[in-house]
């Protein structure tokens, strides 16, 4: 099998609910964010045979159709949609690595939209006529009573842990001030759409602030878990055969693993998936240069971090989602995007994992320079 580069990755300002991306479409968001990682990566959008979407509020149908038309891709691209909620982006450039290594495909674009802002109301029908039921959040198992919100769900992981709300808090100080200190950084990595051109939940953040901040459940609190959001975010993944005639900076998918675990603690879900993956590529925690791991709550990062015993020093350093924010589909493609911005000029190894409702985690693995292109 062929081995698979990440050649280009971009993504939009990441911006709460309601805020500057929320007069969009999920097509008009994500479509400019697909035109530029094409530009960056030199290719036409002419040569790619597939687009992978990952969306996990929206209405249905097939996003990544939408998204494909409205980025001027040819119509030969069916486009492919994915929900697996928070995982989804991940799993779109996992699936995008999948292709190519089988030679399915040699040029696929895949990432992630989501808008919390434009997110359809859902409603419940019934069989004897029943007036239909509202509801916000879908169901992420079979059973009512094994369903846990994810607040709750945050705050019996800590429990569990014994993981403190003053760690919690901290872990969020320290999440906005790298993201501050990093801003000229990743503002290479932003394609300007309706004038959003930063990510505009980085604030000030300290010890007072969170300890002022509304509680959610227990020791989780609206400073130590991410707020709603909408973004996009999109890599150009390719065949070794075609990045060796690419001018963009490639990095490599060493590998990468989605696996299930305990619904009633789906915080824990991205470590059986990070030392599946470091396994699979031969690999230690030791091995790895950067990680980013998502904060979706505070509480999960640290457990994913100590769980996999990955270096504290080395994870999420340019800030993470709890100072940008949550856009679920687009979260774990975020991750992907900023590995590749991290690595494409430097030596290194990166890990990005994320977790999702239900138990479930995935991790993904890349290396830079690329030996041979």
Not at 13 to 20: L, S, Y
Request: proline share 5%; with cysteine; charged share 15%.
């Amino acid at each position: 099998m062929t081995r698979s580069y990440i050649v280009a990755a971009r993504r939009s300002a990441v911006a709460p609910r309601n805020g500057a991306l929320a007069a969009l479409e999920l097509h008009d968001l994500a479509a400019p964010v697909v035109k530029a990682v094409l530009s960056d990566a030199g290719v036409d959008q002419n040569q790619v045979s597939e687009l992978i979407v990952s969306n996990g509020l929206g209405a249905g149908g097939n996003p990544a159709r939408l998204v494909g038309l409205a980025a001027g891709l040819p119509h030969s691209v069916a486009g492919l949609s994915v929900d697996r909620q928070c995982c989804g982006g991940l799993d779109a450039v996992l699936l995008a690595d999948a292709m190519i290594r089988s030679g399915l495909h040699e040029i696929v674009v895949a990432g992630g939209v989501e808008s919390y802002s434009r997110r359809p109301l859902r409603s419940k029908t019934f069989a004897d006529g029943s007036a239909p039921q509202a509801y916000d959040q879908a169901p992420f198992t079979p059973w009512p009573d094994r369903d846990p919100d994810m607040a709750q769900a945050a705050d019996r992981l800590a429990n569990l842990l014994n993981i403190t709300q003053a760690e919690q808090d901290n872990w969020a100080v320290a999440s906005h001030q790298k993201a501050q200190a990093a801003e000229a950084i990743t503002a290479k990595e932003i394609v300007p759409i309706s004038g959003a051109a930063h990510d505009s939940f980085t604030r000030r953040m300290n010890q007072r602030l969170c300890a002022r901040a509304p509680v959610v459940y227990g020791s989780v609190t609206a400073a130590n878990m991410s707020v709603a959001a909408d973004a996009a975010a999109f890599c150009v993944i390719v065949s070794e055969r075609v990045a060796r005639f690419l001018p963009s900076p490639s990095i490599e998918i060493v590998g990468g693993a989605t696996l299930g675990g305990d619904p009633a603690l789906p915080g824990l879900a991205p470590v059986a998936a990070i030392r599946a993956s470091l396994d699979a590529a031969g690999l230690t925690p030791q091995d790895l240069d950067l990680a980013e791991i998502m904060e979706a709550f505070a509480v999960q990062a640290i457990a994913c971090q100590r769980g996999a015993h990955i270096n504290e020093a080395i994870v999420n350093m340019t800030g993470g989602s709890l100072a940008r924010g949550h856009p679920i589909g687009a979260s774990g493609a975020i991750l992907a995007v900023r590995l590749y911005h991290a690595l494409a000029t430097t030596d290194g190894t990166g890990l990005a994992a994320i977790a999702a409702a239900g138990g479930i985690g995935t991790s993904l693995i890349v290396k830079s320079p690329c030996v041979g292109l």
